[in-house]
């Protein structure tokens, strides 16, 4: 019995084989399909004009519209025309050419001059807060060199302090005195 059911199974190729049939097929038709469907509605059309007895199609459609019907504010836009309402725009555009070059040339002295008073202002910060650093810098220094006398002070007077507490020692032991 499971002799049977094994013999009826496909093997897996074959399985594989008529996807990939399918697929050739359903994609050819895919593509083919629309083209098809146009050229023989076209024939079908064209066997049927042939027949005398159809009239002719009379189509009553309107005119396109044209941009003045839809928009005619936008027809009036033309070159010449634009800006001319302002009164600024107007002013810039009837000075001459080297006007406008010596205007720039005055903008970028501006722009130039304004960069030379930031760079002299970071300038000077600069110098006041490398004072301020030397200044304390200085304050250490002098702290440290006072701090280095009194160590060195200290040190003479410990050396002296033994020395005496030495003599004193010696003396007492001479005297007979046990420390």
Excluded at 92 to 119: G, Y
């Amino acid at each position: 019995m499971t002799g049977a059911v094994v013999g009826s199974r496909r093997p897996p190729t074959s399985c594989l084989r008529l996807c990939l049939v399918s697929f050739a097929i359903i994609s050819a038709l895919c593509v083919s399909g629309p083209a098809l469907y146009w050229k023989f509605k076209k024939g079908y059309h064209t066997i049927r004009s042939s027949f005398p007895s159809c009239p002719p199609c009379v189509c009553d459609c309107p005119p396109p519209l044209s941009l003045l019907q839809v928009a005619p504010g936008l027809a009036n836009l033309s070159v010449t025309d634009c800006g001319s309402n302002d009164p600024d725009l107007k002013k810039e555009m009837e000075k001459q050419f080297v006007d406008l070059l010596s205007e720039e040339m005055k903008l970028v002295e501006v722009v130039a001059q304004e960069h030379s008073r930031h760079m002299n202002t970071t300038f000077a910060e600069a110098r006041r807060v490398a004072l301020q650093y030397q200044q304390e810098a200085e304050k250490c220094n002098a702290a440290t060199e006072t701090c280095e006398a009194a160590r060195e002070r200290a040190v003479a007077l410990l050396t002296k302090e033994k020395k005496i507490t030495s003599l004193w020692e010696r003396r007492a032991r001479k005297l007979g005195w046990e420390l």
